[in-house]
């Protein structure tokens, strides 16, 4: 399975070369070969190239997953060509460049996540990118819903632009993140107490406000935000990419102006008859899975109208399915052993619920219980 590649920057040596002995890599008429981009390749690709151009494996995914780079150098126009052929067929986007030519210059390094807008097309997509990382499809799926979704880390904008592609008739967004101006929040995701304070104490000016829990510490370098984690050390602190982040979009109190109840009907489509219903539901979700600029925004629009309306991180969300009482029992197993899951007791009647699920597998277990014809609720599971 492929994720971090290499952990040294994009190598301007090509990976292979004219044979030792030749004198064709000085020739006036030498060609080299340089990949663009994976293109339409799959992880397997590696493997082909490394067996091709007898060298590591690991080389050759720097080389596909960190392009533009060099392949290949100091050939003759007849063996670039042929090997270009050969790596087209395979989906590779190559050109033959002179040898004498400025070398691709090294890209600037990413991370890259994958958000889910429809969570029933869970499995279709994990297909795709499994083939995409050379991974199994469990290895995928675990990918896909282990917060924040990350599956590729330091790999160049073209590899990112081609897993876009891949995916891009499916209700999935790929956020790609330079290292290079990465900020970072700390996210308690379970911490005890006092351990809690402490890192809000050290992270001085940079502390989130008690509101913003569970941010502890928010818009952080990459140096300061590994100083407190590795001051910590704890599986319950997390560092989050920001740009990596999705909030729910929360309705706190009832609509106090006409403009606040027009808002909740125009663009969160709330029907205008259930409106004191939901007033009486407080605190009710209006939007899903928004990034943080759509979430600021969304939030600023909705106080201004006069709502009380705030953004929830909901990155780390961790969830039960809760199954009521009234429920057709075998229906409701049938549905549970499909998706691996089962009740937290032995009692296979409803009522009964699924263990903790993260917000995405969450979302798609309900996505497919509701399918079956299981009627099911979110309950927040505790730290």
Excluded: C, N
Excluded at 165 to 183: G, K, Q
Excluded at 237 to 262: H, K, M, N
């Amino acid at each position: 399975m492929l994720q971090d590649t290499t952990s040294g920057q994009t190598s301007e040596r090509p990976i292979a070369g004219a044979a030792q002995g030749s004198d064709q890599g000085a020739d006036q008429g030498a060609r080299r070969l340089v990949v663009d981009s994976i293109g339409t390749a799959d992880a397997v690709a590696v493997a082909s190239v490394a067996r091709g151009l007898r060298v590591a494996p690991e080389r050759v995914a720097a080389a596909l997953y960190r392009a533009p780079a060099v392949l290949a150098d100091g050939l003759s126009a007849d063996i670039a060509t042929r090997m270009a052929s050969l790596l087209a067929e395979i989906g590779l986007s190559v050109r033959i460049d002179d040898a004498d030519s400025p070398r691709p210059e090294a890209q600037a390094l990413m991370d890259v996540a994958i958000h889910m807008r429809d969570a029933r097309r869970l499995p279709s997509v994990a297909a795709l990118v499994g083939r995409f990382i050379g991974a199994s499809h469990a290895q995928a799926l675990a990918q896909l819903t282990a917060p924040p979704g990350l599956v590729l880390g330091r790999v160049s904008r073209a590899t990112a632009d081609a897993l876009a592609r891949r995916l891009a008739e499916e209700p999935a967004e790929v956020v790609a993140a330079p290292l290079s101006d990465a900020r970072y929040d700390l996210i308690d995701d379970g911490l005890p107490a006092a351990r809690r304070e402490a890192v809000r104490r050290e992270a001085g000016a940079s502390a989130a406000p008690a509101e913003a829990f569970p941010v502890l510490a928010a818009d952080l370098d990459a140096a300061r935000a590994d100083q407190l984690w590795r001051r910590h050390r704890r599986a319950e602190l997390r560092a989050l990419d920001r740009r990596f982040a999705r909030y729910d979009l929360v309705l706190t109190a009832p609509a106090a102006t006409a403009a606040g109840r027009t808002l909740l009907i125009e663009r969160a489509g709330v029907p205008a008859e259930i409106l004191e219903t939901v007033f009486a539901a407080l605190p009710i979700t209006l939007v899903e899975g928004l990034g943080p600029e759509e979430a600021a925004e969304e939030a600023a629009l909705y106080r201004a109208a006069g709502l009380e309306a705030a953004a929830r991180l909901v990155t780390f969300q961790r969830l039960h399915l809760r199954i009521d009482a009234g429920q057709d029992a075998d229906r409701a197993m049938r549905a549970l052993k499909g998706l691996g899951l089962s009740a937290e007791t032995g009692d296979p009647r409803p009522p009964y619920r699924t263990p903790a699920l993260s917000e995405l597998e969450a979302r798609f277990a309900r996505a497919v219980l509701e399918e079956a014809g299981v009627a099911v609720r979110y309950e927040e599971a505790g730290p």
